[in-house]
């Protein structure tokens, strides 16, 4: 059974930081992609920030210039450093993983429980 546990959020003012991370926990072959969304009420589930296996990103227009996703493929952890934050950014935080848990069963695609970051002063 693959889990994703995220920490990290919370409350912060506009113009602060917050690093968030995911780690993959469970029987694993390969992690071949990671990924932040996130979900402000009323609105759609959007990306942030993406990163594959080989450290390719891919970053949500809001987002560029002022995240950053990272990976430790040795930890199976993904991480987002948020710079800069407006009060926006105020959404529940979802890490996403597309595992492969062995090479027959091929690859699913996995969610973790969310993590909230409040931006007010």
């Known amino acids: 059974q693959v889990q994703l546990v995220e920490s990290g959020g919370g409350l912060v003012q506009p113009g602060g930081s917050l690093r968030l991370s995911c780690a993959v926990s469970g029987s694993i072959f390969s992690i071949d992609y990671m990924g932040w969304y996130r979900q402000a009420p009323g609105k759609q589930r959007e990306l942030v920030a993406g990163?594959?296996?080989?450290?390719?990103?891919n970053y949500a227009d809001s987002a560029k210039g002022r995240f950053t996703i990272s990976r430790d493929n040795a930890k199976n952890t993904a991480y987002l450093q948020m710079n800069s934050l407006k009060p926006e950014d105020t959404a529940v935080y979802y890490c996403?993983?597309?595992?492969?848990?062995?090479?027959?069963?091929?690859?699913?695609?996995?969610w973790g429980q969310g993590t909230q970051v409040t931006v007010s002063s």
């Open positions: 996403n993983a597309v595992v492969m848990v062995t090479p027959r069963l091929g690859v699913n695609t996995y």
């Open positions: 990163i594959l296996s080989g450290g390719i990103t």
